[in-house]
């Protein structure tokens, strides 16, 4: 009868084993997906910061160029004015 009692106690103790084994494993793979996981979320941060920044470069830009074709009309207008006035002047 201790024959029959030891080896099921050895085989309760390999399937316990098995157990944890694969628990130990199943636990390193999440650790391995949540460690690729932040990896990733720190890539996005990094790129959402880049195109963050790219877009302020734009819109100053993009200001920039809107005072830019502001000023240019005016000096067009006034062009424009200068010209109609000589040409009344001169009978034109």
């Known amino acids: ?53 790219s877009l302020d470069e734009s819109e100053a830009r993009a200001s920039r160029l809107e005072e830019a074709n502001r000023d240019v009309s005016r000096r067009l207008v006034s062009a424009m004015e200068t010209i109609r006035s000589v040409l009344d002047a001169h009978g034109g």
Do not use: F, I
């Open 1 to 53: 009868m201790e024959k029959t009692s030891l080896a099921d106690a050895v085989k309760r103790l390999d399937k316990a084993v098995g157990n944890l084994e694969a628990a130990v494993q199943r636990r390193l793979d999440a650790d391995r997906s949540l460690n690729a996981l932040q990896d990733d979320l720190q890539r996005l941060g990094e790129d959402r910061s880049q195109l963050a920044a």
